[in-house]
């Protein structure tokens, strides 16, 4: 897949495993952070990343100290799953 | 106890623009909330929660808002956010108890509501939630008098919440407690048959001790547990002989009746009890049956009291007398449990 069609489909499952409503694909930057002052998410939601990541693409992070450079964004996220990958 | 704030979010008109008169009609044997913009809640908060909390925390906060303080959460609900409790467990199933998302369980316990009410308010007071299926909410309105007793100058918040949630429908309907034809609501009371249809809302009064400004009064409620009409009738004779004195009339009595036929003589032999001089009135053709009907009947029974006017699609039976002071309700839940509660001007 190549690395936009997984950026959409990648914003696509946040938006829908984090029930962010009113938002599109399009109002989620590439470099905006997911947490904190960026797209606003906490810690419940950085659980709920490491979910879809498993869930959709098959990646396992097993140590939460890399998840915190995984989720910065999601042109970090890209990079991994594009890394990761098993599904 | 005295109600000073209501809010009713149910399958009617009732949150804002209040209309009693108006009837939307149920679809499939459910009448079914009409949910309001929840403009008080955070988005990013609103997002997490399933229906029962949404609805819970957004009739909480307009009456949180305008009170000075708030010194307890009281909440009766039988089932919580059953939606998101099932869509867990189905979660544990289909991932083989793998790594599961945690908001869905953290949404669906019963107390999540009067939780969130709290931290949204940042409210450390006291925070219960009462379970007892067809009594919860009286339980939480037992809960709040007794308390009331100890502290006279509190202040306090409680409602009645539940949902219809696909899994407690497909259960109870399985069990025969809804209809098996397919019925709106203007009928209920005229099918024969057994079961009734499934409803959902969320009420929540303020209430304390303070007599001036209030818009009703709790003046007394019962709770009982029996699958015997008699004695069912031979105490609610008592509870009004214990609580309303002979000179007083009680002008309307209303009741949860449910259109299932099973549970008819339960009605009949208490209205049996009253003359011409009282209404019968019900009200679940107008928000459904749910544990916590009862809450909507209290929030009903403070608007008729305050608009001295009961809306024709509620009345079984007219009395000779206009003058409306004094309203007894009685429910029942699934021919098992039964409260009456006497509301006052």
Redesign the interface.
């Known amino acids: 897949m190549e690395r936009e069609e997984l950026k959409l489909q990648l914003k696509n499952h946040i938006i829908k ?6 938002m599109t694909p399009d109002d989620i930057k590439d470099d905006q952070p997911l947490f904190g002052d960026g797209l ?1 998410l ?1 810690s ?1 939601d950085s ?2 990343l ?2 879809l990541l ?2 959709e693409y098959g990646i396992k992070i097993q140590d939460p100290k890399d998840g915190r450079k995984i989720l910065a964004d999601i042109n970090s996220m890209l990079d991994y799953i594009q890394e990761h990958r098993a599904k | 106890m005295y109600i000073h704030k209501s809010t009713c979010i149910s399958p009617q008109q009732t949150y804002s623009d209040v209309d009693l008169e108006k009837l939307n009609i149920s679809v499939n044997n459910m009448l079914n909330v009409v949910e309001p913009k929840y403009d008080d809640i955070p ?2 908060v ?3 929660m399933g229906k029962a909390v949404r609805m819970g925390v957004g009739a909480a906060l307009p009456l949180i808002k305008d009170s000075k303080n708030i010194d307890g959460i009281i909440i009766g609900t039988a089932n919580g956010g059953m939606e998101d409790c099932i869509k867990f467990l189905n979660q544990i199933v289909q ?1 083989e108890e ?6 869905n369980f ?1 949404q669906s316990t019963p107390n999540a509501i009067a939780a969130q009410i709290g931290i949204t308010n940042q409210n450390k007071c006291y925070n219960i939630t009462h379970v007892h299926r067809g009594l919860a909410f009286e339980n939480a309105l037992i809960d709040a008098q007794m308390l009331l007793r100890e502290n006279l100058e509190f202040n306090l918040l409680v409602g009645g919440v539940d949902e219809i949630s696909s899994y407690n429908y497909n259960i109870e309907n399985l069990g025969g407690w809804f209809k098996d034809e397919e019925i709106d609501n203007t009928k209920l009371y005229k099918n024969e048959t057994k079961g009734t249809i499934a409803g959902e809302g969320v009420t929540m009064f303020v209430v304390n001790n303070c007599k001036e400004n209030s818009i009703a009064n709790i003046s007394a409620i019962k709770t009982l547990h029996t699958n015997n009409t008699e004695e069912v009738a031979e105490q609610l004779k008592l509870f009004i002989e214990k609580n309303i004195s002979p000179d007083k009339n009680i002008d309307l009595f209303l009741t949860g009746e449910n259109g299932d036929n099973r549970l008819q003589n339960y009605y009949n032999v208490c209205e049996n009890i009253f003359d011409n001089n009282t209404s019968i009135a019900r009200f679940k053709h107008y928000c459904g049956e749910y544990p916590t009907a009862s809450a909507f009947s209290v929030w009903l029974a403070s608007k008729i009291l305050n608009n001295q006017i009961i809306p024709q699609h509620f009345i079984k039976c007219k009395s000779n007398s206009n003058k409306l002071e004094r309203i007894l309700i009685y429910n029942n839940y699934k021919g098992q449990q039964h409260s009456f509660m006497l509301i006052e001007k």
């Open positions: 495993y984090l029930n962010l409503l009113e606003g906490d419940i659980i709920e490491i979910v498993e869930r | 988005l990013n609103l997002r997490r991932f793998g790594r599961l998302t945690p908001t953290v």
